[in-house]
């Protein structure tokens, strides 16, 4: 009896000295409490927000890694998988490119006169990881284009940026890599006179052309 009395008391007297400690820390306790609601709503906040937003459209990203292209383009970039799904359709274009300054000045070229043409989009494939890394997608959509890739000494053929292929009708009617084989210390401002670029041009407006028309 008097060993439960004892218990009794001991028990009596923490729950007073915890009642005695939490109404002490009761003001810690609403903090934290504030503190953790918050951060529910702040979570619930950040679960609505669309990130999204804030990455750049493809086509401000094509002018930020390219400044000759204006940023009102025509241009969409695929990976490496969608550019090896899509060579295979009826009707594309697709322009394959990497960062060198060539690029840059043939895809500002060639989406003046897509949209003096009517073109909307373009696809845009930057090839330049992939050739480096030889992977097994990149080695098929060169050998989609065995016949019109430059080859090396060794038989090895590569892609070089700019190039442009136009698929019509299941047909290739333009494979363009003109001003990626361009050697020395020419620049491509030099590169691109006025007869030169009044060429090219001319030639892109008769093939985007017919590509709308078909």
């Known amino acids: 009896m008097l060993k439960n009395m004892v218990k ?6 923490m729950e007073k000295t915890q009642n005695k400690k939490f109404f002490k820390n009761k003001i810690e306790m609403v903090i934290t409490l504030t503190i953790f609601v918050l951060c529910i709503i702040g979570f619930i906040y950040l679960g609505k927000v669309d ?10 990203k094509m002018s930020m890694e390219h400044p000759q292209v204006s940023k009102e383009n025509v241009y969409e970039y695929i990976n490496a998988s969608q550019a090896n799904s899509y ?3 009826s009707k594309m274009i697709i ?14 070229i060639l989406n003046d006169v897509a949209k003096e043409v009517g073109i909307s989009k373009i696809y845009y494939y930057d090839f330049e ?12 959509i060169v050998s989609h284009f065995n016949n019109y890739t430059l080859h090396l000494d060794d038989g090895t ?3 070089y940026g700019p190039t442009l292929v136009i698929i019509n009708e299941g047909v290739i ?14 620049k491509p401002k030099e590169y691109w006179n006025e007869y030169n ?5 001319n030639t892109l407006r008769v093939a985007l052309s017919d590509y709308k028309g078909s």
């Open 8 to 13: 009794l008391l001991m028990v009596t007297s």
């Open 51 to 60: 990130f999204s937003k804030d990455k750049p459209t493809d086509s401000v």
């Open 87 to 89: 060579i295979s359709r």
């Open 95 to 108: 322009l394959f490119g990497t960062s060198n300054e060539w690029t840059g000045y043939y895809a500002s």
């Open 129 to 140: 990881e992939d050739r480096n890394r030889n992977n097994a997608t990149y080695q098929n």
């Open 157 to 159: 053929a590569e892609l």
């Open 173 to 186: 009617s333009l494979f363009d890599d003109e001003s990626s084989h361009i050697h020395g210390s020419m």
């Open 197 to 201: 670029l009044n060429l090219k041009k």
